[in-house]
């Protein structure tokens, strides 16, 4: 099976042979953020960045650290005037909490920008693919979910499909992440409420072509993500890569399975009954990822017998100084702007990455950034 792209009008203001656009970072104060600016900064299709947080003093610090001299801060909370602080801008790329992705992309439609974000769970991705018509009205692309898990792996998904020159069958995605020079205190790999929101709500994964909700927390059993992880635990999570996979490939069954450090698998445990004054104490007293994170995604397609696995590494990035976790789940985003600036993704509407973003696009910026990618095909498979 091959995928099809949604239907869109060509996108001529952002092509050319020297394309130049203004590109706005909402919660560029997180853990995530100076990813996606850092690697921004060093693309030559931006023009000018523009970080926006509800806290300006950490907008402030890492336009300092990561922003190269090119970004300009405001203060700015997505839920009041954020289409104010859109004007002149090209595209949005939302690295705050999911739970105003809606806000953000409303801001979007009123400001006439692009909209990318890492990712909104399930039930909200939902939400976010009925403003489908407007975007696709307005002729501007609505990217949901374009981080390393959902997102980079959506697009190995399509890779994998392709490989298996056969109506998929199942698909399985599958994700680690290990600090391997971790703080002393309490860390986490990417916002903690919203770990702690995938860890308590009620999973679900595709069975016979339906989804299924299944207890949160549920053994996802061992898997081997290879090197430079190996053989981990996996517990079951909301993922938003189960809304989409089953419109997008046809499969009738799908999963999503994660591998945490067993340290922040069990300080989340702990949260996921405390009140949210605590979780929010919780993030606040974090300290960030270290910059020796490494990360690895697993993207299985299963198909009469046969098995095509995509695997994707992200090691640190030394000149950056930032680990591949917050890199896995940066770049995929920065890549998207600079597809989007040469032309190279046309799709219009709110749409998931594996719509509208090619394999042969997406996997060469991101090998540039710390990643590498491996197909494996092996035949005799059970099914």
């Known amino acids: 099976m091959i995928l099809a792209s949604a ?36 693309s030559d299709e931006v023009a000018a960045l523009r970080l926006l947080d509800i806290d300006e003093r950490r907008a402030t610090a890492a336009a300092r650290e990561h922003g190269g001299g090119r970004a300009q801060v405001r203060a700015a909370d997505a839920r009041t005037g954020l ?73 190995m998904a399509v890779a994998a499909v392709r490989r298996l020159h056969a109506p998929v069958e199942r698909l399985e995605v599958m994700a680690a992440g290990r600090d391997r020079d971790p703080p002393a205190g309490p860390s986490y790999p990417y916002a903690v409420q919203t770990l702690v929101d995938e860890l308590t709500s009620r999973p679900v994964v595709v069975e016979g072509g339906e989804p299924c ?15 430079p992880i190996g053989a981990a635990p996996t517990i079951h999570t909301l993922h938003s890569e189960l809304r989409t996979f089953p419109g997008s490939f046809g499969c009738r069954e799908a999963s999503f399975r994660l591998s945490l450090a067993p340290a922040v698998l069990e300080r989340v445990r702990e949260l996921a009954s405390a009140p949210p004054e605590r979780i929010a104490a919780a993030a606040a007293e974090a300290s960030p990822p270290s910059s ?30 930032l680990g591949g976790g917050v890199v896995s789940t940066g770049a995929p985003a920065a890549a998207a702007v ?17 719509r509208c973003v090619q394999p042969e696009d997406l996997f060469p910026e991101l090998e540039r950034r710390g990643a590498r990618f491996e197909v494996t095909v092996e035949t005799g498979v059970p099914a």
Not at 338 to 354: D, M, Q
């Open 213 to 227: 909700e299944i207890e949160p927390l549920s053994d996802g059993g061992l898997v081997d993500f290879g090197e």
């Open 83 to 155: 289409e104010a602080e859109l004007r002149g801008c090209d595209v949005l790329v939302n690295c705050a909490s999911y739970r105003v992705n809606l806000e953000a992309m409303r801001a979007c439609l009123a400001a006439r920008c692009h909209y990318i974000d890492l990712g909104g769970l399930y039930w909200l991705t939902g939400r976010q693919l009925e403003l489908h018509q407007e975007f696709e009205r307005a002729g501007r692309l609505a990217l949901l979910g374009m981080g390393s898990s959902p997102g980079k792996t959506n697009v």
């Open 338 to 354: 600079r597809l989007l600036a040469r032309g190279r993704i046309e799709a219009r509407g709110a749409l998931p990455p594996e």
């Open 292 to 321: 020796g994170t490494v990360s690895v995604h697993v993207v299985d397609a299963y198909s009469r017998g046969t098995r095509v696995r995509v695997r994707a590494v992200t090691e640190p990035v030394p000149e950056w100084g």
């Open 7 to 42: 239907a869109g009008a060509k996108h001529t203001t952002l092509g050319g042979a020297k394309p130049q656009i203004n590109v706005a970072v909402l919660g560029a104060g997180g853990t995530i953020a100076p990813a996606v600016i850092r690697d921004l900064a060093d």
